[in-house]
């Protein structure tokens, strides 16, 4: 398991009954994770600022018993993110993802050039922001305009107005194959594929059909001397072999490995799982 133990800004406090207890920062929210199958501790009583309650037809809403702020700031090593809670019960942050974030900044910290790196469905951007911090240039692409600018909001918190990064908002299959045609190459290729989703023009993604081919156009884009390629997944049932399995077929020769992502859970030795990645390097 690909587990990040590095956040002091951020903790699973409890989980468990199909929710996590979480802290972000000096606030406490009570939110839905079916994965948590096991009880809750009983003994918890941290404080909750706001829970998500779920509705009967999808989709939810939040009950607040304190006057939170819209957003707020959290930082994991000098990394600075505004989170917020959203309609879909999420922040605009995945902490888990802080593994991948120190994985693949010590490839662009050892690098002799700036690594060209394409982040797909990039969302608010923290592998942005964690590459763009480590001397990358980044290619940030997402199908939703608000999603890339809140992007924009969290680079310029980590005070990197300044470096190299390119903003896209298209459809993520139809930009890569544009690539392909004009010839553009990159060093390092991350993406984070929804289990299914719409592009801005109404295009349909599912992962189990699409996956393998957006990997192997991808493919078509490394540079010779590419260094890394990342793919994360949230879909359940998705096992990490299959990640594996992918960049078997699609990638050159490198080094694999796959596994499950997860974050520790305070009490007790408890992990909370948060998905699959699987990556490719020289």
Not at 8 to 32: Q, T
Not at 115 to 141: D, I
Not at 144 to 169: C, F, H, P, T
Not at 208 to 216: A, I, K, S, T
């Amino acid at each position: 398991m690909f587990l990040c133990r590095d956040w002091s800004d951020y903790e699973i406090i409890d989980a468990g009954d199909g929710n996590r207890l979480e802290r972000w920062g000096d606030v406490v929210l009570l939110r839905p994770d079916p994965l948590a199958v096991w009880p809750m501790g009983r003994d918890n009583t941290a404080r909750v600022d706001a829970t998500y309650i779920r509705s009967g037809t999808g989709g939810g809403h939040w009950e607040f018993t304190r006057s939170l702020p819209e957003s707020w700031e959290i930082s994991y090593k000098g990394l600075r993110f505004l989170v917020r809670p959203t309609g879909f019960k999420h922040t605009g942050l995945f902490p888990e993802q802080a593994v991948n974030w120190d994985w693949m900044q010590r490839f662009a910290k050892k690098a002799d050039r700036p690594l060209q790196v394409l982040n797909l469905f990039a969302y608010t951007g923290g592998a942005t922001v964690a590459l763009a911090s480590a001397g990358a240039h980044v290619v940030h692409v997402d199908a939703a305009k608000g999603m890339v600018a809140w992007a924009r909001q969290n680079a310029q918190a980590s005070g990197l107005e300044d470096r190299v990064i390119r903003y896209i908002v298209d459809d993520v299959m139809k930009f890569v194959l544009r690539e392909v045609r004009r010839g553009r190459r990159y060093d390092a290729v991350v993406m984070d594929p929804p289990s299914y989703g719409r592009g801005p023009s109404g295009e349909m993604w599912k992962i189990e059909r699409d996956l393998f081919g957006l990997v192997y156009e991808c493919s078509r884009l490394l540079s010779d001397n590419a260094g890394f390629f990342l793919i994360n997944s949230y879909t359940t049932g998705l096992a990490p072999s299959a990640l594996e399995n992918v960049l078997r077929v699609a990638l050159p020769k490198g080094n694999i490995e796959a596994g499950e992502v997860g974050l520790p859970i305070g009490r007790a030795d408890l992990v909370m799982p948060c998905g699959a990645s699987g990556r490719w390097w020289r």
